[in-house]
T-cell receptor, first 111, second 113 residues
């Protein structure tokens, strides 16, 4: 799997958009970008994934740059319950389904 | 509702004892995984299984053992050979192949005293 680089921590005001960056400069053409989050003492929760195009679901939006070397997860209206560690992972389709978790970004949403 | 269940949530054991952590899923997923998480750290892969009766070592398999006799179940045994077993253990499952993501259980926090 290609490695990812994320800032260790970020703050966001409640109600504002949270933009979490991820660099994956060595990503290959068939590797997907996945985002998970982990609220304290719980199992990680899947958020979204994408290959080339921007993706949106009920939780978040994923913006992938045209060269695919970086991406941004956007939580449009952050709430206190979005405080968590957010993991950005790249993985090749059909590569044994393996996901390798790095350190992630600790997002703190403040009132 | 479909999901993945880990039990118990908290487990205490004396040093030198083997202990088995349960993981059951009713999602009809082929693949199952065990991760270990230490405080403030990311997840590290212990073992994984892509199909019944088959499993492979992950990055930190020493001191652990698993079995996969049924599709729904993937128990993890922490043996006395594991030098530092106190940790948060997470089980996950997924469909094989494609771009399928993981579904995680809620975890078991093991404390060895």
């Amino acid at each position: 799997d290609a490695k990812t680089t994320q800032p260790p921590s970020m703050d966001c005001a409640e109600g504002r958009a949270a933009n979490l960056p991820c660099n994956h400069s060595t990503i290959s053409g068939n590797e997907y970008v996945y985002w998970y989050r982990q609220i304290h003492s719980q199992g990680p929760q899947y958020i979204i994934h994408g290959l080339k195009n921007n993706e949106t679901n009920e939780m978040a939006s994923l913006i992938i740059t045209e060269d695919r070397k970086s991406s941004t997860l956007i939580l449009p209206h952050a709430t206190l319950r979005d405080t968590a560690v957010y993991y950005c992972i790249v993985r090749e389709e059909n590569a044994g389904n393996m996901l390798t978790f790095g350190g992630g970004t600790r997002l703190m949403v403040k009132p | 509702d479909g999901g993945i269940t880990q039990s118990p949530k908290y487990l205490f054991r004396k040093e030198g004892q083997n202990v088995t952590l349960s993981c059951e899923q009713n999602l009809n997923h082929d693949a199952m995984y065990w991760y270990r998480q230490d405080p403030g750290q990311g997840l590290r892969l212990i073992y994984y299984s892509q199909i019944v009766n088959d499993f492979q070592k992950g990055d930190i398999a020493e001191g652990y053992s698993v079995s996969r006799e049924k599709k729904e179940s993937f128990p993890l045994t922490v043996t006395s050979a594991q030098k530092n077993p106190t940790a948060f253990y997470l089980c996950a499952s997924s469909q094989r192949g494609g771009s399928a993501g993981y579904t995680f259980g809620s975890g078991t926090r093991l404390t060895v005293v």
